[in-house]
């Protein structure tokens, strides 16, 4: 079959190079790509058809729906693009997102009946990607992982066929999906159970002075705080584009009860060292960041470092991440409270590595010319090795790396045993492999 086959079976969503419309079409949030074809699909039809059609010609199938995954970048094969499929419908407590639908949209469409999801921290991150890979969110502490509220959804494997996985119907499936990531199948539905939310209570802190002694408290002080809770340290340079330069705590507190969120932050406000920002009740869709496109004349650099979850966060460990921070200028660190309802799941119950971990961590200094040289980059690696040797996991949707060897960090032996003869099953010939790929049994 030839792309003009293709275009025969799915006569309005199929992109080609030499198509007017290829540039647009390649392009994603996070860059360009450079696929051999892309399929716009509407339906779930043009879904199966376009798998067909891959598996028939042995292609790599990358699927996109937000398009901040760095997978979208590599050359070659189907770009399966399902933003067009972002119906959301609400019954009850039960949420049916369509597989190309964004947090931001879900988070306004559920605020409208009183409900929420713990979702990305930012809106246009699609809710297929994030879910299938974990979902750490501001309700991490309270409602689990994004992976942790799904019920049930609805896949294309390779070969075209669609299926319903539950609790019920294909369980193992539905297991692999709660953090094994999109080495499975293409997901057109996800079937959520949503909770009561009428707003949240956000905090944001001004640190300033030594990270050290003010991580201690924060770590303390996360030890028993109600699950309400959810706290993050982040300290970014001036360049990045994502945050203020400086460090700040961020909370949210599930609720509008401005009280008992200043009540349990009141061991970080009461440090000379920490100034109140803003302690305000916002709906939950409002506190979502708004993350520009990348620019294709100015690419964001290399990044030296990672992330890992920390089962305690200890002063060696806290000194090891401020220190990181200090040695490198064009640096980042970041830390989000975890414990729970994230650590209330039995390790064997999803694939999500790591469920008595107490924080997630990350650091890592951009690799800008200049700053960042073949002499330094070894010593950061080394920084870093260190850092990530207090922890146990790996979260692959906090990292922009496409390493293929990043997949066997990500989760325990037993574990990647256990996904590997899911993919056996469902995807053999490994057509899904643009991911952080779980190869066949």
């Not at 937000?66 to 609400?90: E, K, M, Q, Y």
């Not at 890979?133 to 390779?158: F, K, N, P, Y």
């Not at 294909?170 to 999109?182: K, S």
């Not at 390790?347 to 469920?355: C, I, S």
Request: contains cysteine; proline residues 6%.
């Amino acid at each position: 079959m030839t792309a003009s086959t293709l275009k025969g079976l799915i006569p309005s969503g199929v992109v080609a190079p030499g198509d007017a419309e290829w540039d647009a079409a390649r392009t994603f949030h996070s860059g360009i790509g450079q696929p051999d074809v892309v399929v716009r699909a509407t339906s779930v039809d043009d879904v199966s058809g376009a798998l067909r059609y891959a598996t028939a010609r042995g292609l790599d199938v990358m699927v996109r729906g937000g398009g901040h995954s760095a997978w979208g970048a590599l050359p070659g094969g189907l770009a399966l693009d399902l933003s067009a499929l972002n119906s959301i419908d609400v019954d009850g407590t039960l949420v049916r997102v369509g597989g190309g639908a964004v947090w931001g949209d879900v988070a306004r469409a559920l605020a409208d009946h009183g409900l929420g999801l713990s979702s990305g921290d930012t809106a246009s991150v699609g809710v297929g990607g994030l879910t299938l890979g974990g979902g750490i969110g501001w309700m991490v502490r309270s409602w689990g992982l994004a992976a942790d509220q799904l019920v049930g959804v609805e896949l294309v494997t390779a070969s075209g066929d669609v299926v319903e996985a539950n609790d019920r119907s294909h369980p193992e499936l539905l297991w692999a999906l709660r953090g094994g990531g999109g080495n499975f199948g293409a997901v057109t539905r996800f079937d959520f159970r949503a909770h009561a939310l009428s707003s949240v209570v956000f905090s944001t802190l001004d640190v300033a002075g030594d990270a050290r002694p003010i991580l201690g408290v924060l770590r303390d002080s996360m030890r028993d705080a109600p699950r309400e809770l959810t706290v993050t340290y982040m300290h970014v340079p001036p360049m990045d584009p994502s945050a203020p330069a400086g460090a700040t705590i961020t909370a949210c507190w599930i609720g509008d009860d401005e009280s008992a969120a200043r009540a349990a932050l009141a061991p970080m406000l009461a440090l000379d060292a920490v100034t109140e920002s803003s302690i305000t009740a916002q709906a939950y869709p409002d506190i979502l960041m708004e993350m520009p496109a990348s620019d294709p004349e100015q690419q964001m650099p290399g990044f030296v470092g990672g992330n890992t979850l920390v089962r305690d966060l200890s002063d060696d460990a806290i000194d090891r991440l401020v220190s990181f921070r200090e040695a490198n200028e064009a640096s980042v660190i970041f830390l989000r409270s975890l414990g729970g309802a994230f650590g209330d799941v039995p390790q064997n119950d999803t694939p999500f590595p790591a469920r008595d971990a107490t924080w997630f961590v990350m650091a890592g200094a951009f690799d800008i010319p200049g700053v960042v040289d073949d002499e330094t980059r070894p010593r950061i690696q080394a920084d870093w090795d260190a850092i990530e040797a207090v922890g146990q996991g790996f979260y692959g949707n906090f990292s922009t790396s496409t390493d293929a060897s990043l997949a066997g960090r990500m989760y325990p032996p037993a574990t990647m045993a256990r996904l590997a003869l899911v993919k056996r099953e469902w995807d053999p010939q490994n057509r899904f492999s643009r991911n952080h790929n779980v190869r066949p049994a």
